[in-house]
C-alpha cells in the first residue's frame, strides 16, 4: 500500500520558495465570478477506514482533482467520481505559483504528479516595484510557475491513469443526494459552493465582499519578474500585479478601489473596451502589446469562511471551505494542502467522522493564519493611496512586508543590497537597526524607536506607587528601552479602575513617583519616562485584575461617572451617571491638577488616555455616548470634551516637553468608531497640538470582536500616520524586535510600544540589540550590566569541535 500523503519528509531539493507576500493570481473552475501552511511532517498511519469505498467529489478544479487522485492512488479499491461542469479544457484563470512547502508535500505524496510539474514549471526570483516611473528590484525570493490548464491537463492525466471516472460538462447531483449514495463526499465546487449554499444551517458561512474591482488577463510574453506597477491617473489610483507562467506569457490582474473603477467608466464599459484600456494604462511594461481575455470579467474578491467544514459524510476543501486574497498566492496552495490532509487523515483515522474532525483540527489553524495574511495584504491595496507619497525604496519595501509574513529580516537574507538601500534612505547609520535610530518630539529627544507600553500592575495602595512600581519600571528603564510608560495613573480616587490603581491627585502620589523617575533619570541616562494620565470613567470600581477582569468590587464600591448612563456589562457593571456641566468642569480640572503633579515629579512625556473605554474614550464612541446635548450626537460634538480635556492639559504641561493621546481606533462592534472615524479624531487631536498618536484598538464595549492576531493593530496606526502626516505609536501583538524593524522601514509607525515581550523579559530592548550585534549608543547597556552584553554559551553543544579526519 502507498504511504500515508504526510509519511516522511521531503527531499532536499532545493526549489522554488514562494514568499507569503507574492501576489499569484489563480481561481477554480468554478470561480468565474468572485462574490459580485504548516509543514507537512511524518505521522504513523492507521488502519484504513473500511467504510469509505465509494467518493464523489463535486467541483473538477485542482484540489478536487488532486484529492481524488490521491484518495485513488491510497486506494486503488475505491470508486471515485469527479463531476465537472466544465469542459476539461476550460479555465478562468491563467497561471498558477505554488511553493517549495507545497511542492514538497506532493513530492511525497505523488510523485508522478510532481515529476509532471517539474517539467512544466517557469522559475525566477526577482520581485520589480515600478512607481512614478521608478523600478525597485528585490531578489532571492524565487518562484516556480506554470499555466493553469497545464495543471489541469496533469491532474486529469493522473486520475486517469489512477482509474478515476472524470465527469465533464456534466452538472453533480446535489450534495444531499451523493451523500446518500456515497461514503464521502468532497465537496471542492468553490467559491459559489452550492454544497455550502444547501447546508447553510450547518456549515454557516460568512461572505465578506472586499472593496476593490479586479479583472484577470493575460499577455503574449513572459515577464523576466514578478511585477507590481503603480499608475496613478486622473481617476485614481490602478496596479497592475503580474508573473510569467511560461516562456511566452504572462498572468496580468488590474485591480482598484471600486470608485476609482467607477470614475474611470469601467462600469459601463464592456470586456474588451475594459481591456484595451487596461493595456493602455500599463502599456509601458506591456511594450504596447495587448492584453487577452478568456472568460474574464471585473470582480469582487469575497472572503469566505465557515464555521464548520463538514456535515455528515460531506466535507468542504479549497475555496468552498475559505478563501484567501490573491496578493498572497494562497488559493490553489491551500487547496493541494486541503487535499492532501483529507487524504491523510481518511487513511489514518479508525472511521470517518473521527477523519473529517482531525481534518479540520489540523488545517484550520493554518487556513486562518494564512487568511490573516491575506486580509492583511488586501486591506494594504485597497489604502494604496495613502502610500503614494512615501520615498520610492520605502514603499517598496511597504509593499514587499504589507501582510506582516515577510519581515526585515527575511528580506535582507534575500536581498542584503536592497534592504540595505532601504535602511539609507530611511536614515540609519551602517550598522545600526532600524529601531536604535532615534526620535526627537518636541524638546524629547528619544535615543532609540521601542517603547515599554502602558500596563496595569494593580499594586498601588491608597493610589501610591510602592516598591513594586520602583522595581517594575526601573528594570525595564535599565533595560534598554527608549521611552517607560506609566500605567494608567489616575487623575481622582474615583477615577480609578481598581482600588490597586496608581493616581496622581495627592501630593503623597506625586512625591512617590518623583522618586521612581529620580531613579530612572539617575541610574539609566538617556531613558525617557512618561506618565499617562486617565479616568476610568464607566471601567471604575472594579476588582483587581487577576480577581475578576472588570467585576464590581463585593464591598467598598464607589460611583461611577460616564458620558451617558450606560453600564459596561448590562447586568452586570454599576450604571454610571452621566457628568452634568460641574461634573466636566471638575474631572477637566482634575486633570490638569495631575499633569502639574506630573511635571513637578519629573516626567519627561505626557500621555492622556482617550482609548480602551475609560472616560474620554466613552464619550468619542457612538456606543458609549448618547448624549443629545453638545457632547453627543456626530463625531465632532463627541470630541468636544476630549478637546477640552487635552487644551486644559496641554496648557498646564511644560510647553518643551511632548504631550501624546492614546485612542481606541476602532470599538470592533457594529455602529461603533470605526477606522475612517479613527483618522479624523487623530486629526482633531493633531490639530490642537498632540506631538504624536499612540494607536490602540477596543475595550470600549464587552460584546467587542476583536481580529487577533500578530501585529493585529498596526494597520489603524498605519493608516492614521500615512493619512494625517503624523509620528504614531504602533502597539498590538508586536512580539519580535524583526516586527519592530519592518514596521519602522515601512512607515507604518514611528515608535513601537510592547508589552508583554518586557512582561518576559525587563531587559527585552537589550538583548535585542546584542541579537543583532549592535553596541551604539541606542542601547547602552549599564556599566553594572555590561559584562552580560553577550548572549551566554548554552552548553557544551557550543564547544569547538576538533578535527577528527584527514582529507
Known sequence: MPPSPRNGRRSGRGGSAVPPDATVPEASASDAAVCGAAPLGSVTAGAKPAGVRRIAVIGGGPGGLYAAALLKRLGPERDITVWERNAPDDTFGFGVVLSDETLGGIEHADPVVHAALQDEFVRWDAID???????????????????????????????????????????????????????????????????????????????????????????????????????????????????????????????????????????????????????????????????????????????????????????????????????????????????????????????????????????????????????????????????????????????????????????????????????????????????????????????????????????????????????HLGARALGGAGLVMTEMVCVSAVGRITPGCAGLYTAEQAAAWARITDFVHASSPGTAIGVQLGHAGRKGSTKLMWEGIDQPLDHGNWPVAAASPIPYTAGVSQIPHALDRAGLAAVREQFAAAARRADHAGFDLLELHCGHGYLLSGFLSPLANHRTDAYGGPLRNRLRYPLEVFDTVRAAWPDDRPMIVRISATDWAEGGTTAEDSVEIARAFVAHGADAIDVSTGQVVAEERPEFGRSYQTPYADRIRNTVCVPVVAVGAISSWDDVNSLLLAGRADLCALARPHLYDPHWTLHAAAEQDYGGPGAPWPPPYRAGSRTPPTGRTDAPRPRLTLG
Not at 447546508?199 to 474591482?213: E, I, N
Not at 460531506?314 to 491551500?334: C, E, M, R
Not at 487535499?339 to 470517518?352: F, N, S
Not at 514603499?395 to 537574507?413: D, P, Q, Y
Open 129 to 471: 516595484i515600478v512607481h512614478r516611473g521608478v523600478t525597485q528590484t528585490s531578489g532571492g525570493h524565487g518562484f516556480a510557475a506554470l499555466g493553469r490548464r497545464r495543471l489541469l491537463a496533469i491532474l486529469h492525466a493522473r486520475c486517469d491513469s489512477l482509474g478515476v471516472r472524470l465527469r465533464f460538462r456534466t452538472e453533480a447531483p446535489p450534495a444531499a443526494e451523493l451523500a446518500a449514495a456515497h461514503d464521502l463526499v468532497i465537496a471542492a465546487d468553490g467559491v459559489h459552493s452550492l454544497t455550502r449554499a444547501a447546508h447553510a444551517d450547518v456549515f454557516a458561512p460568512r461572505l465578506t465582499p472586499h472593496r476593490c474591482r479586479y479583472i484577470w488577463l493575460a499577455a503574449d510574453f513572459a515577464l523576466d519578474a514578478f511585477r507590481f506597477e503603480i499608475a496613478e491617473t486622473a481617476h485614481g489610483v490602478m496596479q497592475l500585479h503580474g508573473y510569467p507562467f511560461s516562456a511566452d506569457a504572462s498572468t496580468v490582474i488590474v485591480e482598484m478601489r471600486e470608485e476609482v473603477w467607477r470614475a474611470a467608466g469601467f462600469d459601463t464599459a464592456d470586456v474588451t473596451h475594459s481591456i484595451a484600456r487596461c493595456a493602455d494604462v500599463f502599456r509601458e511594461t506591456l511594450g504596447g502589446r495587448p492584453l487577452r481575455s478568456k472568460n474574464s470579467a471585473w470582480l469582487t474578491f469575497c472572503t469566505a469562511v465557515n464555521a464548520r467544514w463538514s456535515h455528515g459524510n460531506t466535507v468542504l476543501i479549497g475555496d468552498a471551505a475559505h478563501t484567501a486574497h490573491f496578493s498572497i498566492g494562497s488559493g490553489t496552495k491551500l487547496a493541494f494542502e486541503d487535499a492532501l490532509a483529507l487524504a491523510a487523515c481518511v487513511e489514518e483515522q479508525p472511521g470517518l467522522p473521527a477523519a473529517l474532525a482531525a481534518y479540520e483540527a489540523e488545517r484550520r489553524p493554518v487556513v486562518e493564519s494564512t487568511q490573516r495574511a491575506a486580509t492583511a495584504s488586501l486591506r494594504w491595496f485597497e489604502e494604496l493611496g495613502t502610500y503614494v507619497d512615501q520615498p520610492p525604496r520605502q514603499f517598496a519595501f511597504n509593499l514587499l512586508t504589507r501582510s506582516r509574513r515577510v519581515t526585515h529580516g527575511n528580506l535582507r537574507m534575500r536581498d542584503v543590497s536592497f534592504t540595505t538601500a532601504v535602511e539609507e534612505e530611511f536614515g540609519t547609520v551602517p550598522g545600526t537597526p532600524p529601531m536604535f535610530t532615534p526620535l526627537r518630539l518636541r524638546g524629547l529627544a528619544l535615543r532609540n524607536r521601542v517603547v515599554v507600553s502602558p500596563m496595569d500592575t494593580y499594586s498601588a495602595v491608597d493610589g501610591v506607587p510602592g516598591d513594586f512600581h520602583l522595581v
